[in-house]
Structure formats: structure tokens, C-alpha cells
């Protein structure tokens, strides 16, 4: 049994003027072996194999101390930040107990927990065994989203994009809730370096965008949408110096350093793939506005994109 000797829970920092969206971390397991490109825990002190912790004894204490220092009643946890909440049997059997405690101690504490399952993978059969129908907690079953050439290009070992979508049609059965992260957007193929290549990358990628888009509102009944965040690629900057050092295709040339010590695509990039996005999601079902996020930005990318800052636990607000 491998025990975690750090804590479990930890309030996510964004990163300096990030917008904060208010989650807390739940760590129970560390690295992933699906391997994508850009994936920061390759960069991290990480195990090399997925490790999953199962001194639980550990976690009840944390989140009691957590509930009785609080005055907030909803509470979001996000499972898939230091894995991929369903890399394995393991790590399905292990989040079921967990939600088992956090629901147990919401009920002492009276509080509202939403707890996010984030996956690349199609193991939503493994799910499917476990009934996730607990009091005070909610399960949001989470898929990040690309359109398949860039699944094929960056996240090899993952499911295809037909397998995620069908996943999101299964996981109504179990929740009816389903978010959906458009994260990391990548621009590519890049056609060409000079103005016209890239603008022509841009837009190609906002269509690639738009049609996996498409596929979910095929699949999800959009009362069942949680949350859809839009997050464009963002690399650290020793990342960024090593994905350059072996030519990554990620690697774009318009990329800048932000504050916050990542490097992103432009303003003006950025706020062209959101906003056009953003019409697209509008378009297609106007009430989806206030359930878009985005995730990694700072304010004023919200501000030019015309989105009002919303947080985790605030769009969980009026969830039955
Ligand atoms: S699935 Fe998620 S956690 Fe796993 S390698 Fe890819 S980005 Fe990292």
C-alpha cells in the first residue's frame, strides 16, 4: 500500500493575476501513463509510474479540519489534476471511497460538494459499476476535449475523440452532470510562420474546435452541462525550453511569456479562438453563456471576450 505523505486536499493556485475559479485539489494519486506532450507532470516531481495513496485515515482527518474551518457550504473538488481521475481500476475504486467520505462528513458539516472527475480516457464502463448517488455530493463527469488530429498528434495513448464523446452520452446515466474542458487548445497544424499561415492555422483550429463542440451537443442534453471551460495551450517555461529543443510541434513561434511565468499565444490569438468559440456555444444554446469559463486566463481576457468572472462553486449554486 503506498501512503501519501503530503496532503491530500490543497487549495489550486492559478498563478499570479490568474483568475481563481475556487476548486480544491484532491490528490489521490500522483503521475499518469498516457503520456501526452504538453502534460506539466512530466515536468513535476512526480513519481515516473502512477502511485495511488490509500491511507484514506489521512484524508478524513484533512477534511474535517477543512469543513469546521470554513463558513462556505459548496465546495468543489477536482480529482484529475495530479492524474487522470480514471486512469485505472484502482484510482476508480479508491475515488468511489472518497466520495463516500466526503459525503458522510458533508452531511456532519452541512455542506454541498461537487466533486469532478476529469478524464482522457474511455473507461466510463468501470464508472458505470459503483453507484455515485450519495447525499451532499455531486458528481461531474468531466472529459477533456481535442479534435482527433491533435489527439493524434499530442495524446497518443489516449481514447479517441469518438470514445470521449461516447463516454459523455454513457455518464448521464450515472450523473447529470457533465463539464466539459476544451483544454489545452492547440493550434495546429500550423500552415505557415508568416501572417497569412497563421491566420489561416487560427481559423482552422476554431472550425476543429467548433466541430468537436458540435458532437457534444449531438450526445449531451445541454440541461445536463455543468460547465464548459475554454483554455488555450500554456507551457512553463522549462517546458517550453525543452518541448523547443526537440522541435515540438507545440512549440509555436507567437507564443509570450506571460506574468504568471507561462508562455501562452497572444492576446489577440487568444481572445479570437474564445470569442469565436464562445459564439458558436451561444448560437447553439444562448442559456450555455453563463456556464462558460476559462480556465488559466487573467481578467482581462475575460473582459475582452465579454465573459463575467465566475468561479467553480458559483456555477454549482443553483444545481439540483
Ligand atoms: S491524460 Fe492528463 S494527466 Fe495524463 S498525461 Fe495526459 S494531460 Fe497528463
Not at 493575476?17 to 498516457?34: G, K, P, Q, T
Not at 475523440?161 to 457533465?178: C, F, H, N
Request: charged share 30%; hydrophobic share 35%.
Amino acid at each position: 500500500m503506498s501512503i501519501r505523505k503530503t496532503e491530500f486536499i490543497s487549495k489550486y493556485y492559478y498563478g499570479k493575476e490568474v483568475v481563481d475559479l475556487d476548486e480544491f485539489i484532491v490528490s489521490l494519486a500522483d503521475s499518469c501513463n498516457l503520456n501526452c506532450e504538453y502534460c506539466y507532470l512530466k515536468f513535476s516531481k512526480t513519481p515516473k509510474k502512477p502511485v495511488v495513496y490509500e491511507n484514506i485515515e489521512e484524508f478524513i482527518k484533512e477534511i474535517d479540519e477543512l469543513f469546521k474551518n470554513s463558513e462556505e457550504k459548496i465546495f468543489y473538488f477536482h480529482f484529475g489534476e495530479t492524474t487522470d481521475s480514471l486512469l485505472s481500476k484502482k484510482h476508480i475504486q479508491l475515488l468511489y471511497k472518497f466520495c463516500e467520505v466526503i459525503s458522510e462528513r458533508s452531511k456532519v458539516y452541512s455542506k454541498s460538494c461537487f466533486i469532478e472527475v476529469r478524464t482522457k480516457t474511455f473507461n466510463i464502463s468501470q464508472l458505470t459499476k459503483y453507484n455515485f448517488n450519495f447525499d451532499n455530493l455531486k458528481l461531474i463527469y468531466t472529459t477533456s476535449l481535442s479534435p482527433q488530429n491533435i489527439i493524434d498528434a499530442f495524446e497518443k495513448k489516449t481514447s479517441t475523440l469518438e470514445e470521449r464523446i461516447s463516454s459523455l452520452k454513457q455518464a448521464q446515466s450515472i450523473t447529470k452532470l457533465i463539464g466539459i474542458r476544451l483544454e489545452p487548445i492547440i493550434i495546429y497544424p500550423l500552415v505557415n510562420i508568416d501572417y497569412e499561415g497563421i491566420k489561416k492555422s487560427v481559423l482552422n483550429t476554431i472550425k476543429e474546435y467548433n466541430e468537436v463542440l458540435k458532437k457534444v451537443f449531438d450526445v449531451v442534453d445541454p440541461k445536463n452541462l455543468h460547465s464548459i471551460s475554454l483554455s488555450t495551450l500554456r507551457l512553463t517555461k522549462k517546458q517550453f525550453k525543452v518541448l523547443k529543443e526537440k522541435k515540438s510541434k507545440l512549440c509555436f513561434p507567437e507564443m509570450t511569456l506571460c506574468i504568471d511565468g507561462k508562455f501562452r499565444y497572444s492576446r489577440p490569438i487568444r481572445t479570437t479562438i474564445y470569442k469565436e468559440l464562445i459564439n458558436f456555444i451561444k448560437y447553439h444554446h444562448t442559456n450555455l453563456l453563463e456556464k462558460i469559463i476559462l480556465s488559466f486566463e487573467f481578467k482581462y481576457i475575460w473582459q475582452d471576450c465579454g465573459l463575467q468572472i465566475k468561479t467553480l462553486p458559483n456555477l454549482s449554486i443553483n444545481v439540483e
